[in-house]
Every structure is written in C-alpha cells, then in structure tokens.
C-alpha cells in the first residue's frame, strides 16, 4: 500500500516520502499528516474480518489499534510492531452523568482502560513501530504525565532508549511515577510545556532522537482507531456528537480524520459532531473558534489548570483541530475549575473513575446542553482519555475540602465525600451510620 507524508496547508500540500524523519514542511512550516492515496476498502468485509479478529490470539489482532492496520496502512510488514494489547476499552452508559448534563442517556468511552491508563497508548504503538522502522534507538517526548508514561512503555518494550521532558514541579506524581519506572531519563525543565516542545524540536536532529509528540503524524494515525473501535462497538451506528477534551488538540485531529475516513470508505451514514472543551485557563483554542479565526491563532502564555493533561497553552496541532471542528460542524467550549471538579465526581458517582482532564467532557456536555446546542434526546459518546489512578491526589483534595484553583480559589465540593474519623466505639459508629442512613 502506498503511504505519504503530506504537508496539511491547504495552500502548499508537499509530498515527502513516508520514511522521510520529519516532523513539519520544510516550505511552509506546516503540519504534517500521513495520506494513502491508493486506498481503496470494502466496508462490509472490513467490519465483517475486524469482529472476526477480536477472537484471534496473535496479538497484532488483539490489539485494539492495529485491528484495524487496513485503515492505518502506512508499514510494509509488521515486524516493528510492539503491541501491549493497547485499545480494547469499554463503552460504558453513565445514566447519573447523563441525568447531571441534562440528557436522556450518555455513554463514556473510556480510554484509561489502556495499558499505560490514556488514550495515548493508542497513538505511541504505531509512533514507536515508526521509530523502529527508521532505525532510531532513541525516541523522545515533551510531556506533563501522560504522554511520557504511554512513551515509555513502549520505548521499554521495543528496547528503546526513552527520554522524556517535563515542566518542573507541573506534573501529577501519578503520572512521573509510571515514566519512572519503565526506565525514562527524565529531565524537568524551569519552563512551561509549549517552551520545551519549542526546544526539544530544534534539538532532536542534533541528538538523532525521533520525536513522539502529536505533532509526530502517525501518533495520529494511531489515535484514529479510538473512533473507529467506537463505531465498531455501535454496530456502526454514529452518534449525533463525540465530547472530548482539548489540550495539545491531537486527539481532535485524529477523532476529525478517522471520521472524514470511514465516511469515504463507506462506513458511516452520518457525521457525528465534534465537541471540543477546554479549561478556562488554557483555552486558546477556544477563543480561536470563537472569533471565527479574526485575528490568528494566539496562545495563551501562561495556561493554568488543575487539568494538568490539558494545560496547553499553544497546542501544536490547532490547525489540524480547527479543521476537523468546521469539517464536523462541531463546537468549542471552555468550562471553570468548578465544574470539572463537580463533573468528575459525578463521574466517579457512576462507578466510573477518571482523571480531571477527562471530567472536563462532562462538564463542557452539561454547558452545552443547558446552551441548547446539544438537544436531550440527541446520542452523545463522550471521551474520558485517561484513568483516575492518574491524579489521585486532585480527589483526596476535593473531597476533603481542599482543593484549590492555581489563582488560588477555593472549590467548593458540590458532591464532596468526605472520610470521618471516628473512635473504637461500636455505638458512635452505629449512630454514624444510622444517622447517614436516615439522612
């Protein structure tokens, strides 16, 4: 199958070749993204083999992204595939978050069932089979938690050397502790995240290290098959709209292509609508949106979020986002503190765990609804990208009383859980529980 780079400037679109180690046009200083313009797939054999694979032990068939390889075809042979049996999550009906945002039903997929707890895991195996294929030994990543995490890994089990860098003292423990212990050499940077992805690709031909942020394309191409699991669990059966967070925007990207893909292949019936949120202190993208584009792109330089996974001030792949948006006539919005904070413990409330960046989903659903823009009775999917386990720290503080906004505001827990402490008395802890019950 033949496979391109192309530049994704609709005024330039340059071809490189796909082993070509680039990361951006050289002409115009655009975006790449990974084209197959001999591609042609039959719909009802596709679904047909694809369910059939679910049952089948090797495990380039077990896993949840190369499954579905005939609509990522951009390798020769499979041999440099490393799989850790990444994808494979659950959609799951959340019926107390859909009563919260105002709908008659909502379902999460949910992305921290993945090896490494993100939806990034989805992304890194075919960045790493990549990597592999052009012969580097070292691969690198700006990260704040999750992206260096699901990079390791992969870099570990591909027996590659990871590097990872990270702003300092802005990282969830959670997250650094994975990174940590699949072998990363970690380097926290005195700079904020959009800083270091600055200078970590001006570097990365020097030191011969292959780059695997999103601005990599085939981190992309990975991140479809997130979409393309979730029609394929529906039966094929779009929904009206897909919520999912906004931070450095690859997601949305790869949500709008995937989309635009198995629409042309016959696949889909409908186009289901993007709808993008961000946290209030970093939402450049947002405003972008919201100002229909007047005036560029301007990043936000100092964002600020509790959400560590999306504070992003200057995402890399906005182009790309803001296309897939318009081409989806999907939405952008932007949501407080508060309401991630209250959104993901109404999550938790469903039996359902995520991490604060995810919450932001609910809550940008829950604005959008009580807007009008999202109708009750439409079908929503929304996404939850990664794992509760990833900031424990953020819902010990919530429930408890104490957390507090980066301008340091107090959020108040509207669903709060507090833990009582309570002596060795069988009595007291009779009339405790006695009394909750009663209430």
């Not at 990079?151 to 990872?164: D, F, K, Q, V």
């Not at 030191?207 to 997130?226: A, T």
């Amino acid at each position: 199958m033949t496979a391109e780079l192309v530049c994704f400037e609709r005024a330039c679109r340059r071809r490189f070749p796909i082993t070509e180690v680039i990361y951006e046009c050289p002409s115009c200083g655009g975006l790449l993204e990974v084209e197959y313009p001999e591609l042609h797939l039959d719909a009802g054999r596709l679904k047909r083999l694809w369910r059939e694979r679910r049952t089948e032990n090797a495990p380039i068939d077990r896993s949840g992204v190369w499954r579905y390889r005939e609509l990522i075809p951009f390798l020769e042979d499979y041999g440099s595939v490393v799989t850790l049996g990444e994808g494979n999550t659950p959609l799951l009906d959340a019926p107390k978050a859909a009563e919260y945002a105002g709908l008659e039903r909502l379902t999460f997929k949910h992305q921290g069932f993945n090896p490494t707890g993100s939806f990034k895991d989805n992304g890194m195996t075919c960045g790493v089979a990549q990597a592999l294929r052009l012969g580097m030994r070292r691969v690198a990543c700006v990260s704040t938690g999750n992206t260096s995490a699901s990079m390791t890994a992969y870099a570990a089990a591909a027996g590659l050397e990871p590097i990872i860098f990270i702003p300092h003292g802005n990282i969830s423990f959670g997250k650094l502790a994975q990174a940590l212990e699949y072998g990363a050499r970690t380097l926290q940077v005195e700079a904020n995240f959009d800083e270091i992805l600055a200078l970590v690709r001006s570097l990365a031909g020097e030191l011969g290290i292959y780059l695997l942020n999103s601005v990599n394309p085939f981190r992309i191409e990975g991140q479809k098959s997130i979409v393309i699991e979730m029609m394929d669990q529906r039966d094929w059966r779009a929904p009206d709209w897909i919520a999912l967070p906004g931070g450095n925007l690859g997601n949305t990207a790869a949500f709008g292509k995937a989309l635009r893909e198995l629409s042309e292949h016959g696949f889909l019936e409908k186009m289901p609508r993007l709808a993008v949120i961000q946290a209030e202190g970093a939402a450049p993208f947002y405003e972008y949106m919201r100002e229909e584009g007047r005036g560029g792109f301007r990043p936000v330089a100092h964002p600020e979020t509790l959400a560590t996974a999306i504070r992003i001030g200057d995402p890399v792949s906005w182009p790309k986002a803001a296309f897939e948006v318009r081409s989806s006539r999907g939405v952008v919005e932007k949501v407080s503190e508060q309401e991630i904070a209250d959104a993901k413990a109404v999550i938790g409330r469903c039996g359902i765990g995520c991490e604060p960046a995810s919450a932001a989903t609910l809550a940008g659903i829950r604005k959008l609804r009580q807007a009008g823009v999202i109708a009750p009775d439409e079908d929503v999917v929304g996404v939850l990208t990664g794992h509760l386990l990833k900031d424990p720290d953020y819902v010990y503080r919530y429930h408890t009383g104490q957390l507090v906004t980066p301008a340091g505001v107090p959020v108040r827990g509207a669903f709060e859980n507090r833990p009582v402490v309570v002596a060795k008395d069988p009595r007291r802890i009779a009339e405790i529980l006695l009394a909750e019950t009663l209430s």
